[in-house]
């Protein structure tokens, strides 16, 4: 019974938080646009504008509901309410921090701790495109159905150099379980000392995941109007541009567990905090660096230009995959004759 | 061919070196562009609480000037209505009575005076055409609406209020034309 | 335990019926998707997670988004499809019977080891399927990998086929 409590009770809060950081990281956005761009971004909704997402959500729901002629019903909701879902789902397996201890229980900041936790997680992101392909097929719109081919071949191409840089870093870390993961990188250990090349990869594969500039190809307006959300009005686009922040915030914080750490800072445990602070702390730190992350991927929105296709194409089967085998065959090698 | 200016660059289609086929230091000197930006003096005026100084020879929304006392100027001439290009401007002309001296200075006067703000191109021509000094674009601007009949202005908004203290101050637009 | 099993088989076999009598193939192929993931769940009630996460990467993730890429592509609807002969349709119905015949075969005169008691939780898990497949099934493993890199072979040859007529 306390057991459902405690993992229910983390659910809700890591929901609420995870809808919370996507709120405002749509505000984060527009407001560095802006200063990257000499302007000040939206400051009229509240102080500095910290209110304009609660309007952007209640303009969302108060936009008509528009369904097209000859779309397929049941596929054409179906669509953002699937990549919704695929983008929360990989929040159940990310530690968020070090156990902390209530009541004289203890408590374990991670939903699930699986044994296979890289591996769900690649799992659930090669779910993600479902979410667009349908949408995006049901729309009836040329456009929209372009975008949804787009994205399945896009992620499916950066899928493969994306899972290859993790088996590398498995390799190196020994263990699937990403709470594991993290724990070996204590002491500023950090993965990505002993894979820098992985890292970059896995960076650059998060960012075609996720959708991000420049690999945003599905949506890309030039070419393709909206791309698969066209035809989407209301809060069904609402969700839509929502889940791609989410993507954002989990993808921050994937990177931020398997490459840099994650809750561990070095010399954390010498400060002379008590474990529950420390933990406390941990948490601060490990959401630190999830903003960092989100700021480079802002960074490289408003910095970046948009790829063509075959560019696409080309860096993912022709320099990213054989750079990840190299990768791994390296990694493999330098364990063997270490370990 | 002679250049036009002196930033003309000739293009050349040379082969990539490896350090620039690499593209991540093209990546990093970008993000670092963006960066400086970031500290930039940024260009945004926040308008309502900031407003922007115009040019002295702004030309905005127009006003029906009175004379000292407080009589319109207008003469229902046409002149205005004549030199508009956009053909913004519709008078009905009218004759004084008795008694209203006061109200308009010349024995005609303006019954009716319409300005379409939606045809109006704001060139001014109707401000030199007037021998009476009666009409002038001011440093104004013509306040947006949902309606297209907000956008005729008839006379009751734009002749200025009598008291001399809520005059429309047009001493700027004066020398301007005077220097013209 | 048991009735999520009986859900998950309930889900199973409905979504595998709605996968052959749908006359929409995209509906079709999302009900296959659905079997997956029942299918997955099996997997997961059986503790063998790493089959279950492999099952929902491979089938799931890739192999059915490629079948919708192609049935995007290609625009096939119930229009487009061509009604076949009568002799085919018995012979694939021939077909399908053996198979079926075949199935249920070994599943009946196979040892009786269908149980509802989950395996130990270590049997499914990464560290003790790797030595597994790396020694007592090494030889099945590698000869798999092989079929694998053949496909690529040829994938590979029939893409540089396709280019090289365009050339001439």
């Not at chain 1, 809060?13 to 971004?41: H, N, P, S, W």
């Not at chain 2, 004084?96 to 109006?120: Q, S, T």
């Not at chain 3, 077909?95 to 395996?119: D, G, M, T």
Request: contains cysteine.
């Amino acid at each position: 019974m306390l057991f459902w409590i405690e993992k229910i009770s983390l659910v809700v809060l890591v929901f609420c938080v995870t809808l919370v950081i996507a709120m405002y990281a749509t505000l984060a956005e527009r407001k560095f646009a802006a200063f990257f761009q000499d302007r000040i971004g939206p400051d009229r909704a509240g102080p500095f504008g910290l209110l304009q997402p609660l309007a952007d959500g209640i303009k969302f729901f108060f936009k008509e509901e528009f369904i097209p002629a000859n779309a397929d019903r049941f596929l054409f909701v179906l669509g953002p309410c699937l990549s919704m879902i695929a983008a929360c789902m990989t929040t159940a397996v990310i530690p968020w921090g070090h156990d902390i201890v209530i009541f004289g229980q203890t408590m374990a900041l991670q939903i699930a701790d699986l044994n296979v936790g890289v591996l769900y997680l690649a799992g659930v992101v090669s779910l993600g495109v479902y979410g667009i392909m349908i949408g995006g097929w049901a729309s009836n719109n040329k456009y929209s159905v372009l975008s949804a081919i787009r994205a399945s071949s896009q992620m499916i191409s950066y899928e493969l150099a994306m899972g290859l840089a993790l088996i590398a870093l498995v390799m190196h870390t020994g263990s699937l379980s990403l709470r594991e993961i993290v724990q070996a990188q204590h002491g500023g250990h950090w993965n990505v000392f002993f894979q820098p090349l992985g890292f970059l990869l896995f960076l650059i594969c998060s960012f075609a995941e996720a959708n991000r500039v420049p690999f945003d190809l599905a949506e890309c307006e030039t070419e393709l109007v909206g791309g698969y959300h066209t035809e989407y009005s209301s809060m069904k686009l609402g969700f839509y541009l929502f889940a791609e922040y989410i993507n954002m915030f989990i993808a921050s914080a994937v990177m931020s567990a398997l490459y840099f750490g994650g809750y561990h800072f070095p010399g954390l445990y010498h400060i002379g905090l008590s474990d529950n602070s420390a933990a406390l702390v941990g948490v601060g730190v490990f959401f630190l660096k999830i903003a960092a992350f989100m700021f480079f991927f802002i960074w490289i929105r408003w910095t970046l230009p948009r790829f063509r296709y075959d560019q696409l194409m080309r860096l993912g089967w022709k320099i990213l995959l054989p750079l990840a085998i190299a990768n791994m065959i390296f990694t493999g090698f330098l364990s063997l004759l270490l370990g | 061919m002679h250049p036009l200016s002196s930033r003309s660059r000739v293009v050349v289609n040379k082969t990539m070196t490896f350090w620039e086929r690499l593209y991540l230091p093209a990546i990093v000197g970008g993000l670092w562009i963006t960066f400086r930006h970031f500290f930039y003096k940024k260009v945004t005026i926040r308008y309502p609480e900031i407003k922007r100084i115009f040019s002295p020879v702004y030309r905005g929304l127009h006003v029906l000037k009175r004379d000292d006392l407080g009589a319109e100027r207008c003469t229902a001439c046409g002149l205005c209505a004549v030199a508009c290009p956009a053909e913004a401007i519709t008078i009905d002309a009218a004759e004084r009575k008795p008694g209203e001296e006061g109200l308009y200075r010349e024995e005609k006067y303006a019954a009716k005076y319409e300005i379409n703000m939606l045809r109006c191109i704001f060139c001014g021509l109707c401000e030199e055409a007037c021998p009476k000094q009666a009409v002038y674009l001011t440093d104004r601007i013509v306040p947006s609406s949902f309606e297209r009949q907000d956008f005729i202005w008839g006379k009751e908004k734009l002749v200025e209020p009598v008291e001399p203290e809520k005059r429309v101050d047009v001493s700027i637009r004066h020398y301007f034309q005077k220097e013209a | 335990m048991v009735t999520l099993f009986l859900v998950l088989s309930l889900l199973t076999v409905l979504s595998a019926l709605c996968v052959v009598f749908t006359r929409n193939l995209i509906y079709s192929v999302l009900s296959l998707i659905v079997c997956f993931f029942a299918i997955a769940g099996h997997y997961v009630l059986l503790k063998a997670s790493f089959l279950a996460v492999i099952q929902v990467i491979v089938y799931a993730g890739a192999i059915m988004v490629l079948f919708l890429f192609m049935l995007m592509l290609m625009n096939l609807n119930k229009k487009a499809e061509a009604s076949k002969p009568f002799s085919l349709k018995v012979v694939a119905v021939g077909v399908c019977l053996l198979v079926l015949v075949a199935l249920v075969s070994i599943v009946f005169l196979s040892a009786p080891r269908v149980c509802f008691a989950p395996l130990a939780p270590v049997s499914g898990s990464v560290s003790a399927l790797g030595p597994l497949l790396f020694n007592e099934y090494a030889i099945p493993f590698e000869l798999t990998s092989i079929l694998f890199l053949s496909a690529v072979a040829g994938v590979v040859m029939i893409g540089s086929y396709g280019k090289k007529a365009k050339k001439q």
